[in-house]
T-cell receptor, first 112, second 115 residues
Framework: QKEVEQNSGPLSVPEGAIASLNCTYS??????FFWYRQYSGKSPELIMS????GDKEDGRFTAQLNKASQYVSLLIRDSQPSDSATYLC????????????FGPGTRLSVLP | DAGITQSPRHKVTETGTPVTLRCHQT?????MYWYRQDPGHGLRLIHY???????DKGEVSDGYSVSRSKTEDFLLTLESATSSQTSVYFC??????????????FGPGTRLTVL
C-alpha cells in the first residue's frame, strides 16, 4: 500500500511568518511530487510540482525534495490570511502509470 | 477549472439506486480521473482513463464502474449506491500537449448523498 502522510494540523502561523508544511511518502520509486491548495468547499489547485532533489522556488512558495529521506516540504514565506487553506501533498506512484496518491492534507490558518 | 465541468453538482439519492456522474473537458487532455474526498482520507483515486475506452482501477474502485466513449467525457457509475459512497467526487484531467504532462487539473466537484 503506497502511502503519503501529512500532519493534519491545524497549523497556525501569524501573518508575515513562514509556514512550513511537511509530507513523507512510502514508495521509494516515486518520481513526481506535487503540492495543491484547497480552499473550503472548492477543488484543489496546483501550487507547485517538483521532480529533482533540492529546492524549487515560485514567488512566495518553495518546495523542497529529499528522495533519500522520502520527504517533501512546502515553505510559504510572508504568509497572508488568504493562504489559509488545506494543503495537499501528492505523489505519482508509478513511473509509467497515472496512479497518484494524495496525503490527507494539512490545514493552515494564517492569523492577522 | 481548466475547462472541466461536472454534472450534477449536487445529488441526493437512496440506497440501491444507480447513479451516474459526468465529467466533461474541453482541453483535449489525454488522461481523466475520478477521485472521492472524505474527511480524514484526502483524495482517493477511484478509476482513471488513459484514452478512449482505456481505463484502469485506482485504490478504491469496488462498487464503481467507468466509461469513456469520447475524449471529452468520462462517466462514473455507482451501480447500486450505498451510504458508504456518500462523498464529494472530483474529476481531474492531465496530459496537456504543452506543459508538464502529469499536472492534474480538477473539476468543481459533485456532492453525493446516499440516504
Amino acid at each position: 500500500q503506497k502511502e503519503v502522510e501529512q500532519n493534519s494540523g491545524p497549523l497556525s502561523v501569524p501573518e508575515g511568518a513562514i509556514a512550513s508544511l511537511n509530507c513523507t511518502y512510502s514508495d521509494r520509486g516515486s518520481q513526481s511530487f506535487f503540492w495543491y491548495r484547497q480552499y473550503s468547499g472548492k477543488s484543489p489547485e496546483l501550487i507547485m510540482s517538483i521532480y529533482s532533489n533540492g529546492d524549487k522556488e515560485d514567488g512566495r512558495f518553495t518546495a523542497q525534495l529529499n528522495k533519500a529521506s522520502q520527504y517533501v516540504s512546502l515553505l510559504i514565506r510572508d504568509s497572508q490570511p488568504s493562504d489559509s487553506a488545506t494543503y495537499l501533498c501528492a505523489v505519482r506512484a508509478d513511473n509509467y502509470g497515472q496512479n497518484f496518491v494524495f496525503g490527507p492534507g494539512t490545514r493552515l490558518s494564517v492569523l492577522p | 477549472d481548466a475547462g472541466i465541468t461536472q454534472s450534477p453538482r449536487h445529488k441526493v439519492t437512496e440506497t440501491g439506486t444507480p447513479v451516474t456522474l459526468r465529467c466533461h473537458q474541453t482541453e483535449n487532455h489525454r488522461y481523466m480521473y475520478w477521485y472521492r474526498q472524505d474527511p480524514g482520507h484526502g483524495l482517493r483515486l477511484i478509476h482513471y482513463s488513459y484514452g478512449v475506452k482505456d481505463t484502469d482501477k485506482g485504490e478504491v474502485s469496488d462498487g464503481y464502474s467507468v466509461s469513456r466513449s469520447k475524449t471529452e467525457d468520462f462517466l462514473l457509475t455507482l451501480e447500486s449506491a450505498t451510504s458508504s459512497q456518500t462523498s464529494v467526487y472530483f474529476c481531474a484531467i492531465s496530459g496537456a500537449l504543452s506543459g508538464p504532462p502529469d499536472t492534474q487539473y480538477f473539476g468543481p466537484g459533485t456532492r453525493l448523498t446516499v440516504l
